[in-house]
């Protein structure tokens, strides 16, 4: 089967499109013939060898896939059905989706809920299914269209783009933070009824800031979070998926014990299974597929290598499909 393969060498690593032999997948109850994976920050990370996201060598990336099950010794899962996955370690620890088959355990796969095809549901990945995570995480908190302007940062990315897309459709303002001031007009496409340059949340961080939003959704972590902690209305929220700008957060207290803030960590890598259940089901009905196919373009699986970088300078622009043969 056609594979990327990621191997380790004297330099550091090398990356390839090759064949691999089926009998080198990893273990698993679970055999899937792969119709689409994607390309995300954390595959670029992997096949360009800037983070140390690959724990074991070799390694197939691609941390999504959809397609349709092959084999299967688990009670869940029959020959025929249509399966996502999103996460569990696959193309770091686990031979991932950019192959022409994949086996898993099939306690990682979430039936394809109607509503959705195949391709859709790669578009929405891992990027969308954190972001559907992230609005359910504002829900929970009490946070409603009508408590105030939403503030999504990174969000002419993957799981921006659909944040906008999905607090929209549900009748929240949004206020979309981009350092890309050429995106304006694709996010105002997807709802986003205010465009914010990033540069209102990268300077020097206040102990607390003008109250502006009441819940915000961030992927980029440090100064960027600790910004919008520090502008949250009384008992406003955020929740936090991503590290784009760094770890650190150089914040304080202040926010959490004067405003009643809430900082709500996501987690989509090992999230539980009846909640990814519910994202998804979410999902199909409640994203516009109209705004999806917007902010979806497709790559050729020849050209996934070089098109890995451009996630590290910040030229992508939302989701990128990856069409695969098995």
Same mark, same amino acid.
């Given at each position: 089967? @056609?594979?990327?393969?990621?191997? @380790?060498?004297?330099?550091?690593?090398?990356v390839?499109?090759? &064949?691999? *032999?089926?009998?080198?997948? /990893?273990?698993g109850d679970? =055999?899937v013939d792969i119709?689409?994976s $994607?390309?995300?920050?954390k595959d670029?990370?992997?096949?360009?060898g @800037?983070a140390?996201v %690959?724990?074991?060598? /070799?390694?197939?990336?691609?941390? &999504?896939? =959809?397609g349709?099950v092959?084999?299967?010794s688990? /009670?869940?899962?029959r020959p025929g059905d249509?399966?996502?996955?999103?996460g569990w370690?696959?193309?770091?620890?686990?031979w991932g989706?950019?192959?022409?088959?994949a086996?898993?355990?099939g &306690?990682?796969?979430?039936?394809l809920?109607?509503g959705l095809?195949m391709r859709? !549901?790669?578009a929405?990945g $891992?990027a969308?299914y954190t !972001?559907m995570?992230?609005?359910l995480?504002l829900?929970r908190h009490g946070?409603?269209?009508d408590?105030?302007?939403i503030?999504v940062?990174?969000?002419?990315?993957?799981?921006?783009?659909?944040a906008?897309?999905l607090l929209?459709?549900k009748?929240?303002a949004?206020?979309a933070v981009?350092?890309?001031?050429?995106e304006?007009?694709?996010? #105002?496409?997807?709802?986003?009824? !205010?465009?914010?340059? #990033?540069?209102?949340?990268t300077?020097k961080v206040?102990?607390?800031?003008?109250?502006r939003?009441?819940?915000?959704? &961030?992927?980029?972590?440090? $100064?960027?979070l600790?910004n919008m902690?520090s502008?949250?209305?009384y008992r406003?929220?955020v929740?936090?998926?991503?590290?784009?700008?760094g770890?650190?957060?150089?914040?304080?207290v *202040? /926010?959490?014990i004067? #405003?009643?803030v809430?900082l *709500?960590?996501?987690?989509?890598?090992m999230?539980?299974?009846p909640?990814r259940?519910?994202a998804?089901g979410r999902?199909?009905?409640d994203?516009?597929?109209d705004r999806?196919?917007?902010?979806?373009?497709e790559?050729p699986?020849d050209? %996934?290598?070089?098109?890995a970088? @451009?996630?590290?300078?910040?030229t992508v622009?939302g #989701?990128?499909?990856?069409?695969? =043969?098995?």
């Amino acid at each position: 089967m @056609k594979a990327i393969l990621i191997e @380790k060498n004297d330099d550091g690593q090398s990356v390839s499109v090759t &064949d691999v *032999a089926e009998d080198r997948l /990893p273990d698993g109850d679970v =055999t899937v013939d792969i119709a689409y994976s $994607t390309l995300n920050y954390k595959d670029a990370l992997a096949i360009t060898g @800037k983070a140390p996201v %690959v724990r074991r060598f /070799p390694m197939v990336p691609g941390i &999504d896939f =959809t397609g349709t099950v092959a084999h299967s010794s688990h /009670p869940g899962f029959r020959p025929g059905d249509r399966v996502i996955l999103n996460g569990w370690g696959v193309g770091e620890k686990h031979w991932g989706g950019l192959a022409g088959r994949a086996r898993v355990s099939g &306690d990682w796969l979430v039936p394809l809920p109607e509503g959705l095809d195949m391709r859709q !549901a790669a578009a929405i990945g $891992t990027a969308g299914y954190t !972001a559907m995570l992230c609005v359910l995480a504002l829900e929970r908190h009490g946070v409603r269209p009508d408590s105030g302007e939403i503030v999504v940062s990174g969000a002419a990315g993957g799981v921006g783009s659909v944040a906008v897309a999905l607090l929209a459709a549900k009748g929240y303002a949004v206020a979309a933070v981009t350092g890309r001031a050429a995106e304006a007009e694709y996010l #105002r496409g997807l709802g986003a009824n !205010a465009v914010i340059d #990033r540069s209102e949340l990268t300077g020097k961080v206040r102990p607390l800031g003008q109250e502006r939003w009441s819940g915000g959704i &961030d992927v980029a972590g440090s $100064t960027v979070l600790a910004n919008m902690l520090s502008m949250m209305t009384y008992r406003g929220v955020v929740a936090a998926c991503g590290l784009a700008a760094g770890m650190d957060l150089p914040a304080s207290v *202040a /926010p959490f014990i004067l #405003r009643g803030v809430t900082l *709500a960590g996501v987690d989509s890598v090992m999230c539980p299974g009846p909640e990814r259940i519910e994202a998804w089901g979410r999902l199909a009905t409640d994203l516009d597929l109209d705004r999806l196919a917007e902010m979806t373009s497709e790559v050729p699986f020849d050209r %996934v290598i070089e098109t890995a970088p @451009k996630f590290l300078d910040g030229t992508v622009r939302g #989701r990128i499909v990856i069409p695969v =043969t098995p």
